[in-house]
């Protein structure tokens, strides 16, 4: 059961960690990576990389386009490690390099999806005739059959219907308790709008949540 003031709390999983050792721990993670020590960067990788992927996937919707993102986000991270500064967590940096990927990575799916210049329903020509089209069968991945199916596949689709700047407050927010100003940092806005596009996002979910699965 949900809990009525904050649908999302419930789902998210979160493991307590202390902020401040979080911060000691990546630090020096982050200084060694810096001066070139490959397997502090791969520490870096191990611990966030869960992460990251729960993110990218929230975001885009397909464990497989996830994947891919947090791949090249990680490159990205790995390339650029020296420009990092220590003005924000590790973590939030990481977090907008992933946050830019998924957003590019929407594009390209919204770009392939309008490429497509033929109708599924429509016939095939061949050399013997015509034939209809059968698209492979696509199999649940494995992060689907992990989650609790029925609900999380609710608030997934909930989410799906968000528009993008709600959806990534309230992930980044209610899924990953990342604070007020280090949204606004990410995403580059005012905390009161953060706050403000929070608000009605987590209404937004609880109306659909209602319309699927009854009253919460």
């Known amino acids: 059961m949900l809990r009525e003031t904050n649908p999302l709390v419930e789902l998210s999983n979160k493991t307590e960690i202390s902020k401040a050792s979080v911060s000691d721990d990546d630090a020096s993670l982050v200084s060694s990576a810096q001066n070139g020590d490959?397997?502090?960067f791969e520490l870096l990788v191990n611990r966030h990389q869960k992460r990251m992927l729960n993110i990218a996937f929230r975001l885009i919707g397909d464990n497989d386009e996830a994947c891919e993102v947090v791949?090249?986000?990680?490159?990205?991270?790995?390339?650029?490690?020296?420009?990092?500064r220590g003005q924000s967590k590790f973590t939030t940096w990481l977090t907008t390099i992933t946050l830019n990927f998924s957003k590019n990575r929407l594009k390209q799916m919204k770009l392939r999806?309008?490429?497509?210049?033929?109708?599924?329903?429509d016939t095939i020509r061949t050399e013997d005739g015509e034939m209809a089209f059968d698209p492979p069968a696509?199999?649940?991945?494995?992060l689907d059959r992990l989650v609790e199916r029925d609900l999380q596949n609710h608030v997934q689709e909930?989410?799906?219907?968000?528009?993008?700047?709600?959806?990534?407050v309230l992930v980044l927010?209610?899924?990953h308790d990342f604070s007020y100003k280090e949204i606004g940092r990410m995403l580059k806005m005012r905390?009161?709008?953060?706050?403000?596009r929070l608000f009605r996002a987590r209404d937004m979910v609880k109306d659909?949540?209602?319309?699927?699965?009854g009253d919460l």
């Open 158 to 168: 909930c989410f799906k219907k968000l528009d993008g700047a709600f959806r990534e």
């Open 71 to 84: 791949q090249d986000a990680f490159v990205s991270a790995y390339k650029n490690i020296k420009k990092f």
């Open 208 to 213: 659909c949540l209602k319309l699927t699965t």
């Open 113 to 121: 999806q309008n490429r497509i210049a033929f109708s599924l329903n």
């Open 191 to 196: 905390e009161g709008t953060v706050k403000s």
């Open 173 to 175: 927010r209610d899924m």
């Open 138 to 142: 696509k199999e649940p991945s494995v």
């Open 38 to 40: 490959l397997t502090a």
